[in-house]
């Protein structure tokens, strides 16, 4: 049987809280091979011997010279440090590439998993054919990326586009970074779990439907309940909805001014909420958009890659 062309061929390994998921990914982004490992809670050094085998697994079939390595986190403008992992115990300060380089015997580079994901949907997902896109990650926080002429931006230190933390309303409420009214306490998949549950504590008689879809309690409820029982008509759930795509638009509208982007894509669980998420997003633009009608307003569209981005971005970036 002939190896495949190493040229082409390209490993990525996207570090999450519970699971490390590697692949090899073709020129074109196409994944050829996966492999799935749990994510040790101790982190640190048990982590890196996982991501290691995972990496061996694939090189055994797929040989290739370009591996990547995607986590949340601050990671170093040389792409091998991991100056702050907030979800993953004992990788903070840690030269990440350099404890694989010496596991496995190949060279890696590390990316932030929002700027993967972001790379995968500019140039193999909804933004394919774009050369200015701005992404927004709503997950438990908010990510961000943005790609200019063609190229990923990075910043002076490696951390620019944390757009989750910039401050939108004075005195609001406090985020983990230590500020207060951060963008992502108001439009991630966090801030729309306090609006249900805020919601629900007001008129429990409102949500019985909504509570069903889980184990009955406020507890048990989760995202993508939310997510279903809006797409089934649940009032309640539209309207929490709506209100965490009315906070999505004026912030991208903020964001447009700045970058410009001809694009802006949003990715992440919520998503799947479609236009329910996204028909307020543009609304909200629109509605606060300075010079409104004076210039062209960037579509807002929704990621197409789901669960693979920050595998494809990664494994694509590895080769750059």
Known sequence: MNQPDVSIVSIGIDVGGTKVLGGAVD???VIQKKVRRDTPKSGGDELNKVIAEVIQELLAEFPSKYIGISAAG???SDRRTMIGAPNIANWNGVDIAGAIDKLIGVKVVVEND?????WAEARHGAGSGEKNVLILTVGTGLGGAVVINGELYRGADGTAAEFGHIRVVPDGILCGCGVKGCFEQ????SSLMRRAKEAIESNPDAARSLLALGDGTVTGLTGAHITKAALDGDVLAIKVLGETGDWLGMGIATLAMAFDPALVIIGGGVVEAGELLLGPARIAMERVMPFAGKHPSPRIVGAKLENDAGLIGVADLARR
């Open 186 to 189: 108001y439009s991630s998949g």
């Open 74 to 76: 601050l990671v170093s």
């Open 114 to 118: 929002a700027n993967a994901a972001a």
């Open 27 to 29: 020129e074109n982004g």
